[in-house]
Structures are given as structure tokens and as C-alpha cells.
């Protein structure tokens, strides 16, 4: 089946240790985004890509980065997670355009140590 | 800019009793809302949209919801609660423009009594 992969599911980190959190999709969507949810709120969205156009919400910290090397995959690396960094990192995937919807992967629930 | 205003953050009902969640969207142009479902630990599913056209719209799992726009309301209802729903819902509203994208609602969780 088509479909949005997150990995990993569970993942525990040290604070200021770099981590990486990976996302591919089957879909062959031009645009992939990717959310940060804490407990109980809204995701809140921390950048996308259209195609190799990389597209930055003004409130995003620098401690988030992005990569897209292909269609398929793209990737959240966290330079220096701080207990704050702690949340549900949830990447999205859909055809640009307002009709259409987004195709929402299981998450990553990343822990700070 | 568009936003979107759940009211409250828990709703309680029993089994097969309606469902009534509410959301209210402010747009100046016209909106394109989506709900959104989501279970513990996982991501968001799509459980209906509305774009143009009939303004009540039917989704997954028995949703529905009537686009209002004197009211500026796309609530979401079902007619008979099933324990599978409880769950976190999200109304959406889509921004227009090249770089079109989600802005949600705040949630409400759905709690369903035996």
C-alpha cells in the first residue's frame, strides 16, 4: 500500500546530542512537510519542501534542519535537542495545491534525556 | 490570515449518542476545511474535506460535516458514537497561495462511555 513511513517510532536522546529522524513516502508527492507536536496541541509546522524547494516557518528554531536528497525520503536532524525539543515530530506528504489533502505518517516520539 | 476555533478541549458522550464537535473558521477568502482524526501515538488521518461544491460532506467511518458560511461553521457530527472514536479530532483550514499549507485548530478529544 501507499503510504507515508516514519522512522524510527520511539526515539531517545541525550540533551545536545544530534538526532535524526527519517520520513519516506510511496506516494510519489511533490511536497513533504514536517510538524511538531507537543501534548495535547495542534501541530504546529516546522518547514516543507516543494520538490528541492526548501520553505522555513519564520518561528522555527535553527536547531532544525532539513534534507530532502530525493522524492522519497526526507529527513529532521535536531543539532542540540533541549527538553523542549520533546514532541511527536509527525511528516506530511500531498500534491501543491488547496484542494488537496495531506497524507500524514504514524510519527516519531522523540524523548530528551 | 485564516484561523480556526474549537471550543473546548474535551467532549464526552455515551455510546450511540450523537457527536457533535464544533469548529468555526475565520478566512477572507474562501476556505477549504478539513478534519482530521488522530489515535494515541499515531498520525493524523483525513476523515473529510470540503472544497466547492455540496456544502455537506460526507466521510470515513459515518462523519459528516455541513459547511456554513453565514456561520462560518464546519462541525462535525456523527449520529451514532461508537467506543472506536474516541479519539483526538483537528479541524483545518487550507491558506491559499503557492506555498498553501494547514493551519489547525487547537483539538478536542472525543471520550466515548460504555
Known amino acids: 500500500d501507499a503510504m507515508v513511513i516514519q522512522n524510527p517510532r520511539y526515539q531517545v536522546t541525550q540533551f545536545g546530542k544530534p538526532v535524526t529522524l527519517s520520513c519516506s513516502q510511496t506516494?510519489?508527492?511533490?511536497?513533504m512537510y514536517w510538524y511538531q507536536q507537543k501534548s495535547s496541541q495542534a501541530p504546529k509546522l516546522l518547514f516543507h519542501y516543494y520538490d528541492k524547494d526548501f520553505n522555513n516557518e519564520a518561528d522555527t528554531p535553527d536547531n532544525f534542519q532539513s534534507r530532502r536528497p530525493n522524492t522519497s525520503f526526507c529527513f529532521l536532524d535536531i543539532r542540540s535537542p533541549g527538553l523542549g525539543d520533546a514532541a511527536m515530530y509527525l511528516c506530511?506528504?500531498?500534491?501543491?495545491?488547496?484542494?488537496?489533502?495531506?497524507?500524514f505518517g504514524p510519527g516519531t516520539r522523540l524523548t530528551v534525556l | 490570515a485564516q484561523s480556526v476555533t474549537q471550543l473546548g478541549s474535551h467532549v464526552s458522550v455515551s455510546e450511540g449518542a450523537l457527536v457533535l464537535l464544533r469548529c468555526n473558521y475565520s478566512?477572507?477568502?474562501?476556505?477549504?476545511l478539513f478534519w482530521y482524526v488522530q489515535y494515541p501515538n499515531q498520525g493524523l488521518q483525513l476523515l473529510l474535506k470540503?472544497?466547492?461544491?455540496?456544502?455537506l460532506v460526507k466521510g470515513i467511518n459515518g462523519f459528516e460535516a455541513e459547511f456554513k458560511k453565514s456561520e462560518t461553521s464546519f462541525h462535525l457530527t456523527k449520529p451514532s458514537a461508537h467506543m472506536s472514536d474516541a479519539a483526538e479530532y483537528f479541524c483545518?483550514?487550507?491558506?491559499?497561495?503557492?506555498?498553501?499549507?494547514?493551519?489547525f485548530g487547537k483539538g478536542i478529544t472525543l471520550s466515548v462511555r460504555p
Open positions: 470540503y472544497t466547492t461544491g455540496a456544502t
Open positions: 506530511a506528504t500531498g500534491f501543491r495545491g488547496v484542494y488537496n489533502e495531506q497524507f
Open positions: 483545518a483550514v487550507r491558506t491559499t497561495g503557492a506555498n498553501s499549507k494547514l493551519t
Open positions: 478566512s477572507s477568502v474562501p476556505p477549504y
Open positions: 506516494l510519489n508527492h511533490n511536497v
